[in-house]
C-alpha cells in the first residue's frame, strides 16, 4: 500500500504569511496528487488536483506543485478562513487510494 | 451544486452492522462518468478510504476492509449505502460520502460526514 507522509504535523503561522505544505509518497505517483481542506463540522473541500490544478471556485492563493514523489501545497497569502487541516491524496496506484496524516495549520 | 448528506444510525453495537446512507442531491447519480465513495476517519486520525461504487454497480473497496465491507446504489432514489459488518470499537469513526470523479481518481464533492460510535 502506497503511504503518503506529510510535514510538519503543525505549522503555527500569522495571517498574512505565505506556507508550504509537503507530502511525500513511497513510491512514485507521478501527478496522481489531490489536496484537500478540512475543517470541524464541514464538508471536506477538494483544493488542487493533478498535483497542480485548482478546482472550481479556489482562490488563486492556493497552488500545488511536484510530481512522482515530492508535492507541496503553497498558500500565498493565509487568510484567516484557512485555518485548517489538509490532507494530501494519492490516486495512482489504487486501490486503496491511500491519504497523509494532514497538516494542520493553526494561528501563531 | 451536487449535495452529499450522509445518514444513519449513530451507535452501533459491537459485533452488528454498520448501515449508512448517502442521498445525492442537485444532480442525478446517474450523470457522467462518476463513481461513489465512502472515506472514513478515525478520531484525531487521517483519512481512510473504503470503497466505490459507479452507477451500474461496479465496485472497489480497500484491500484491508473488503470482507466485511458491501457498497450499493439505489438509482431510484438517488443514494447510495454502506454496510460494514462485524464491527468493533475500531470501527468508530466519521464516516463521509463523496464522489469520485472518474473512478481511481480524486473526491470532488463530499458530504459533511456523520459520527458512528461502536459500543455496548
Known amino acids: 500500500e502506497m503511504v503518503m507522509t506529510q510535514s510538519p504535523a503543525t505549522l503555527s503561522v500569522s495571517p498574512g504569511e505565505r506556507v508550504t505544505l509537503s507530502c511525500r509518497a513511497s513510491q512514485s505517483v507521478s501527478t496522481s496528487l489531490a489536496w484537500y481542506q478540512m475543517k470541524p463540522g464541514q464538508a471536506p473541500r477538494l483544493l488542487i488536483f493533478g498535483a497542480s490544478t485548482r478546482a472550481t471556485g479556489i482562490p488563486a492563493r492556493f497552488s500545488g506543485s511536484g510530481s512522482g514523489t515530492e508535492f507541496t501545497l503553497t498558500i500565498s497569502s493565509l487568510q484567516s478562513e484557512d485555518f485548517a487541516v489538509y490532507y494530501c491524496q494519492q490516486y495512482n496506484n489504487w486501490p486503496p487510494y491511500t491519504f497523509g496524516q494532514g497538516t494542520k495549520l493553526e494561528i501563531k | 451544486q451536487v449535495q452529499l448528506q450522509e445518514s444513519g444510525p449513530g451507535l452501533v453495537k459491537p459485533s452488528q452492522t454498520l448501515s449508512l446512507t448517502c442521498t445525492v442531491s442537485?444532480?442525478?447519480?446517474?450523470?457522467?462518468?462518476?463513481?461513489w465513495s465512502w472515506v472514513r476517519q478515525h478520531p484525531g486520525k487521517g483519512l481512510e478510504w473504503i470503497g466505490y461504487i459507479s452507477d451500474s454497480g461496479t465496485t472497489h473497496y480497500n484491500p484491508s476492509l473488503k470482507s466485511r465491507v458491501t457498497i450499493s446504489v439505489d438509482k431510484s432514489k438517488n443514494l447510495f449505502s454502506l454496510t460494514l459488518s462485524s464491527v468493533t470499537a475500531a470501527d468508530t469513526a466519521m464516516y463521509y460520502c463523496?464522489?469520485?470523479?472518474?473512478?481511481?481518481?480524486?473526491?470532488?464533492?463530499w458530504g459533511q460526514g456523520t459520527l458512528v460510535t461502536v459500543s455496548s
Open positions: 463523496a464522489r469520485d470523479v472518474a473512478g481511481g481518481s480524486f473526491l470532488d464533492y
Open positions: 442537485g444532480g442525478s447519480i446517474s450523470s457522467g462518468n462518476y463513481f
